[in-house]
């Protein structure tokens, strides 16, 4: 069984300011995890992923997320908030399963950036 | 490579109709999703399909449903007959299915209103 958490249905801060998007999963197996951009009338963007290699993963945009096995959490930062990274953001993780994987989704963030 | 396409890309229709939408992964990916996303439920898993043939079905809401997908380029999913409450944005994803995890990407999506 996997199932993941994103504690924060909404998240506002202020350009320039650091961003801090919280995710903790959990699963059986060794999980692949992501985390996807949704912006407003757009489809779902691929941020970055972790897939068993290094735990702090570099993604686009210049999001990063740590894996951390103890806390089972994947938590989403940036260093400096844009105006452009308003968005729907959604923490996601998929188990091996012999060819039955499936993708489980969090119910979103929504990042808020103040000017 | 051109991403997941899928059409149409918005469709307004009357109650009562046949809804088809269609969806071409990206070349070489042998996983395909379909995926409904709603205000009140977030995103849902619809069905699955690995290598052509249906894996998981049991996202799929009712007998008005159906998806089907005759080759490895090519998917419907066809609601008949499309009631009100289908109104929501349908995405379609693939990936290709390789030790170490995998990377969905998803379609732009197709917007749906039933009225």
């Known amino acids: 069984a996997q199932s993941v958490t994103q504690l924060d249905s909404h998240v506002s801060v202020s350009e320039g300011t650091p961003v801090l998007l919280r995710c903790n999963y959990s699963?059986?197996?060794?999980?692949?995890l992501f985390w996807y951009v949704q912006h407003p009338n757009k489809g779902l963007q691929l941020l970055l992923k972790y897939t068993s290699a290094a735990t702090l993963v570099k993604g686009i945009n210049g999001f990063e997320a740590e894996f951390k096995k103890s806390e089972t959490s994947f938590h989403l930062t940036k260093p400096s908030a844009h105006m452009s990274d308003a968005a729907e953001y959604f923490c996601?993780?998929?188990?091996?399963?012999?060819?039955?994987?499936?993708?489980?989704f969090g119910t979103g963030t929504r990042l808020t950036i103040i000017p | 490579d051109a991403g997941v396409i899928q059409s149409p890309r918005h469709e307004v229709t009357e109650m009562g109709q046949e809804v088809t939408l269609r969806c071409k992964p990206i070349s070489g990916h042998n996983s395909l999703f379909w995926y409904r996303q709603t205000m009140m439920r977030g995103l849902e898993l619809l069905i699955y399909f690995n290598n052509n043939v249906p894996i998981d079905d049991s996202g799929m809401p009712e007998d008005r449903f159906s998806a089907k997908m005759p080759n490895a380029s090519f998917s419907t999913l066809k609601i008949q007959p499309s009631e009100p409450r289908d109104s929501a944005v349908y995405f379609c994803?693939?990936?290709?299915?390789?030790?170490?995890?995998?990377?969905?990407?998803f379609g732009e999506g197709s917007w749906l209103t039933v009225v």
């Open positions: 996601v993780v998929i188990t091996p399963n012999f060819g039955n994987e499936k993708l489980t």
């Open positions: 994803a693939s990936s290709f299915d390789r030790p170490g995890g995998n990377t969905i990407y």
């Open positions: 699963s059986s197996y060794s999980p692949s």
